[in-house]
């Protein structure tokens, strides 16, 4: 990724970009994926219901330890498959000094859905 300012965009902008919080609920490694990854399940709450991430972040987290972390993500991209599997929204995260990806993180919980404003 590119580490350099972004264009200014205008609030109407930022505002189509719908980012949720989660709680994920099932977390296994995905074999199939180039680099290390794990294929996600997220509970956005009633509205939005269950979605599929892959997430390449095994560096810094085990499967055993994501089940029941809130996370944030972006919720109205197309589905993209990644080799056989569809991931229907993307994780949020930010890079470490070595380019390995540490997840956002919500500070106290919130309920699954909320919009990040």
């Known amino acids: 990724m590119d580490d350099t300012a972004s264009a200014t965009i205008g609030f109407d902008d930022?505002?189509?970009v719908d980012i949720r919080a989660g709680t994920i609920v099932e977390a296994?490694?995905?074999?199939e994926a180039r680099?290390?990854?794990y294929k996600l399940v997220i509970d956005f709450?009633?509205?939005i219901g269950r979605k599929k991430s892959s997430a390449q972040i095994?560096?810094?987290?085990?499967?055993d330890e994501l089940v029941g972390r809130q996370v944030?993500?972006?919720?109205?991209?197309?589905p993209r498959q990644i080799g056989p599997f569809m991931s229907e929204v993307l994780?949020?995260?930010l890079p470490d000094t070595e380019g390995a990806v540490v997840l956002?993180?919500?500070?106290?919980?919130?309920p699954d859905g909320a919009r990040l404003f």
């Open 104 to 110: 956002t993180a919500i500070e106290r919980a919130v």
């Open 45 to 47: 709450g009633p509205v």
């Open 28 to 31: 296994a490694p995905f074999p």
């Open 58 to 63: 095994t560096r810094h987290y085990g499967a």
């Open 35 to 37: 680099k290390p990854a």
């Open 91 to 93: 994780t949020l995260g």
């Open 14 to 16: 930022f505002l189509k």
């Open 72 to 78: 944030l993500a972006v919720v109205n991209f197309p």
